[in-house]
């Protein structure tokens, strides 16, 4: 079944050289999930949803606030129906791993992937390596905008 | 007294024995210039692994990186389980002719702790080293042409060489 609520691709940003490897990214891309008191028990991870091209301007021009770029080493795209069947197949990831929309005024495509509160960090880095294995299709960086 | 880190490679008699190997673990563990050890592992590891050249590449990112470790528990147990890596590694490698293996991607977190990540094509094989050895933890995830399993578990001094013996023997069967 076809979602029509969100796009194929969703992309995180990339800040840390770190998270790459080769022509590939590593799972720490997929760890940094926060607590931001939510009561439904998630953590989420900043993802931002690619509606059109203006959500890879969107996080490929984001500066901090010393003029500098945010995700200097450009973005993760992930494939959204992969997630679905890595949640489809696993019953952990589906019960710990979820996504929604989350606009913000400053960034209309943001949105998170959720983890749950509860998951360990053996299950947290299980689904971060799925993440990075099953779901990413590549790096984008700011010279192919 | 501890013998000259490179006894191993002075020694040419090409002997690929594993209680030698056993020897090269052991010594690591108490060094307390872990880094300047752990820089010699290439050495040893082209007598222990005369028929794999590639597989020197494994540990070359371990190599360069395990000075930036700050915590001397997290950085004994990086080496400990390093050095178990190469023991179980030469032991399997002996009847592969070829093999090429990527090198260990390693990274420092902000809590300390170290992720050693093992990054093939269809599967990935992964260490979260902590200063409490309880804590650490390995996995291995895999993609639908190995069937798209995960496993995980608690990475411990007692079960580090089954649980290497498990890793590098599905790695080195599907790389």
Redesign the interface.
Same mark, same amino acid.
């Given at each position: 079944m076809v979602d029509h609520n969100y796009p194929d691709r969703m992309i995180r940003g990339i800040s840390n050289k !770190?998270c790459i490897? &080769?022509d @590939?990214v @590593? %799972? &720490?891309l997929f760890t940094e999930f926060k607590d931001t008191g939510r009561t439904d028990e998630f953590k989420e991870l900043s993802i931002s949803w690619l509606d059109n091209d203006g959500a890879i301007r969107s996080v490929l021009e984001q500066t901090k606030e010393d003029g500098t770029l945010q995700f200097k080493y450009g973005a993760a795209i992930l494939m959204r129906d992969e997630i679905d069947k890595q949640k489809l197949? !696993?019953k952990l990831i589906n019960t710990l791993l979820s996504y929604e929309r989350s606009p913000l005024s400053t960034n209309p495509y943001h949105g998170n992937l959720l983890l749950k509160n509860d998951a360990n960090?053996?299950?947290k880095?299980?689904v971060a390596? %799925?993440l %990075?294995? !099953?779901c990413f299709e590549r790096i984008i960086t700011s010279a192919e905008k | 007294m501890r013998e000259d880190p490179t006894f191993l490679s002075e020694d040419s008699n090409g002997d690929n024995s594993f209680s030698e190997f056993h020897r090269f673990s052991s010594y690591l563990l108490p060094s307390d210039e872990l880094s300047g050890t752990v820089s010699g592992t290439s050495e040893t590891l082209r007598k222990y692994l005369p028929y794999t050249s590639s597989a020197l590449n494994v540990f070359e990112n371990v190599n360069e990186g395990i000075s930036s470790i700050e915590n001397p528990d997290v950085k004994r147990f990086v080496v400990e389980l390093m050095a178990e890596f190469l023991g179980v590694l030469a032991g399997l490698a002996k009847s592969e002719e070829t093999l090429v293996l990527p090198s260990i991607v390693m990274i420092v977190n902000d809590d300390k702790s170290v992720l050693l990540e093992w990054i093939f094509t269809d599967f990935r094989i992964g260490f979260l080293i902590y200063e409490a050895t309880d804590r650490s933890v390995w996995y291995i995830v895999t993609n639908q042409n190995l069937e798209e399993f995960s496993k995980t578990g608690y990475l411990t001094h007692t079960s580090l060489r089954s649980t290497l013996d498990f890793l590098l023997q599905y790695a080195l069967r599907n790389s």
């Open positions: !770190n490897f &080769e @590939t @590593t %799972a &720490e197949k !696993n960090r053996l299950h880095y299980m390596s %799925a %990075a294995l !099953n | -």
